[in-house]
């Protein structure tokens, strides 16, 4: 028998030789080369014609990330090697994804998945663990310009007993290594040009929450997958072999989302990326996966989506557990973070004895988040208020049940797309009729499908008019940044920003003239109900036409209900030096039509009045 398994593998070997008798034998495997799994397994970019990864030890052959053929060829010869006297380096070893997809097409001599030599692989043991893979979408986060759109992460679930909630399971990131104290302006620059270098790398999923929850206070979306053993298993070899690996990083497209749309391309039939061009948002990869999801299950095939859980932030959670005491129980709780833990027995004497374990749980949460929120070194307070609430709290009665989660928030892909096309028709009392058609790459709106609860982002949307006077095609606006965030949930006590403001940074036609503006805008804002939000702000605005410094106080409303959703805007805009203003007053009224649809109508009354219908086109 193993006289049998040694011919058949010196004959297996011979059929790949590049000697001309062995050519012969057998066709050379050049089909093989160009199969999409192989080419995938390679990162291999048809456009460019090599792989996208950089590390030189990533590849067997010399030619390895130019040649997929030669890299196929290398990669079968080095099954048979020698071992080493360090099995670890062996490439069966190195490349286990590989193997493990070459065996379903050409059946390996003596195959295992993990040899008994690869000892750092075993270690690893997530073939065997992993029972499923999560896709988790973090909200955005303005401290950040690369995570302004949101973040995606790849968790790998093992399901243990001993840790229901995964905080020990593995998690894949894909992050720019960006040096240390590296200026705004040029990590902006860079990572649109391709200045750095990235890679994957794994963590526990408690460091992720720690950072992405307990810290920046962002929710995150867990979408986790439906995957076949072989799926999961090839997909979970393949991270062993990209780990530390460097590709070019781009802020983009060639982003978090992209490579990790692309890891899961690996074991989906259907693309992930085919509308990936100049611009890839995380939140692309979830529409597509939803899309896909209901194609599958409406033709009677399995869906790729298992289940999808909303992670909110500890801030949310927090807040929410404060929401829940009574106004009385709030009071206490709050004088008792302003005047400290001393103050803690005398507040809760005030109240009932079976709610006094509810404000002291409230005040740990708080304290506990105050502590994360402080890393890496927190206030002696902060430390002081945790240990002074400790000993208190087990003098009380245990609580009656668990600790309320706050209510879900739908995630983003279940609201609008990313990409905005509209066509539309305007009248004013200048221009007259207009044909307009605009255009945003990425743009979420406060009266679109979203739980953005009135904020606003929106990059590169611009607006295209003709007609008008001349009737000729013109540039009517483009917005470079459109940002609004409206704050109504925040604790004073707590120290944070109350404010809610506004950016908005472009080019719009002024009469004839194109005006270049930069514009800023504070304010406070309240929610009078889960329908209605007013806010009052002022802007300050830089235009290139005069008068050039201008301030626009305003006072705005926005309402939703379901599929509707207005906004109302009224102030004044100065015109001059000497203080003199314009009144303005602007409607807007969206209503959505399907999925991908939505009808806006919008009126503004200023130096003339405006109307504008336009039928929405969400991608």
């Known amino acids: ?88 380096s062996h490439a069966r070893c190195r490349f286990p994804a590989r193997y493990f997809w070459l065996n379903q097409q050409l059946h390996l001599p003596d195959y295992q998945p993990v040899p008994a030599q690869c000892r750092a692989l075993a270690r690893w043991s997530l073939p065997e663990k992993t029972q499923s893979f999560s896709l988790f979408l973090v909200s955005g986060y303005l401290g950040n310009p690369a995570s302004v759109f949101g973040h995606s992460l ?163 959670r927090m807040r929410h557990q404060f929401s829940l005491l009574r106004p009385e129980e709030q009071a206490a709780a709050r004088a008792v973070i302003r005047q400290g833990p001393d103050s803690l027995q005398e507040h809760l004497a005030e109240l009932k004895p079976e709610r006094q374990a509810e404000v002291a749980d409230s005040l740990l949460a708080y304290a506990n988040y105050r502590l994360t929120a402080e890393q890496p070194e927190p206030s002696a307070a902060a430390k002081a208020m945790k240990n002074r609430l400790l000993p208190a709290r087990f003098l009380l009665p245990p609580s009656s049940g668990p600790l309320a989660e706050p ?20 009248y004013d009392a200048r221009q007259q009729a207009q044909l307009r058609l605009r255009w945003a790459p990425f743009i979420q709106e406060s009266l679109g499908r979203n739980s953005l609860a009135g904020d606003e982002l929106a990059v590169l949307d611009t607006s295209v008019s003709l007609g008008g006077k001349e009737d000729a095609l013109f540039l009517e606006q483009l917005d470079l940044i459109r940002i609004r965030k409206i704050k109504t949930n925040f604790m004073a006590e707590d120290g944070e920003n109350p404010w809610s403001w506004q950016l908005r940074g472009g080019v719009a036609e002024d009469e004839g003239r194109y005006d270049a503006l930069l514009q800023f805008g504070i304010g406070w ?95």
């Open 154 to 316: 790849l968790k790998l679930n093992t399901k243990a007993q001993d840790d229901q909630a995964g905080l020990f399971d593995l998690t894949v990131n894909y992050g720019a290594l960006v040096p240390e104290d590296e200026p705004v302006a040029l990590y902006i620059l860079r990572g649109l040009g391709g200045g750095y270098q990235a890679g994957f790398s794994d963590r526990y999923f408690y460091t992720q929450d720690l950072v992405y929850s307990r810290t920046e206070f962002r929710d995150i979306w867990d979408y986790e997958l439906l995957l076949t053993d072989a799926q999961r298993t090839l997909l979970v070899l393949h991270l062993w072999e990209v780990l530390g690996k460097k590709f070019a990083y781009y802020f983009l497209d060639k982003n978090c989302a992209f490579r990790l749309a692309e890891l899961l391309e690996l074991v989906f039939d259907e693309p992930l990326l085919e509308r990936a061009k100049f611009w890839y948002a995380p939140v692309e990869t979830l529409h597509r996966l939803e899309d896909l999801d209901r194609q599958r299950r409406a033709a009677g095939q399995p869906g790729l989506i298992k289940s999808v859980r909303f992670i909110p932030s500890a801030q949310r």
């Open 1 to 88: 028998m193993f006289l049998a398994k040694k011919i058949a593998l010196f004959f297996f070997l011979s059929l790949l030789s590049p000697h001309p008798a062995a050519a012969a034998l057998s066709p050379p495997p050049a089909p093989l080369a160009r199969h999409p799994t192989w080419l995938k397994l390679l990162h291999f970019d048809r456009e460019s014609g090599q792989s996208e990864i950089l590390s030189p030890d990533f590849f067997l052959a010399s030619d390895g990330r130019q040649n997929a053929e030669a890299e196929l060829r290398a990669t079968l010869a080095a099954y048979a090697a020698p071992w080493p006297e360090d099995g670890n």
């Open 407 to 426: 209510p879900a928030l739908p995630s983003p892909a279940a609201g609008d797309k990313p990409m905005l096309v509209s066509l539309g028709a305007a």
């Open 525 to 619: 804002a309240w929610q009078i109900s889960p329908q209605l939000t007013a806010y009052a702000m002022t802007d300050a605005a830089a235009h290139s036409v005069e008068p050039y410094l201008r301030l626009r106080p305003q006072l705005g409303l926005l309402a939703g209900n379901g599929g509707i959703k207005g906004r109302l805007l009224a102030g004044l805009a100065t015109v001059n030096y000497e203080g003199d203003a314009q009144p303005f007053l602007s409607a807007e009224l969206q209503a959505g039509l399907s999925a991908q649809t939505a009808l806006c109508i919008s009126v503004e009354q200023a130096e003339r009045t405006a109307l504008t219908a336009e039928l929405k086109w969400f991608w």
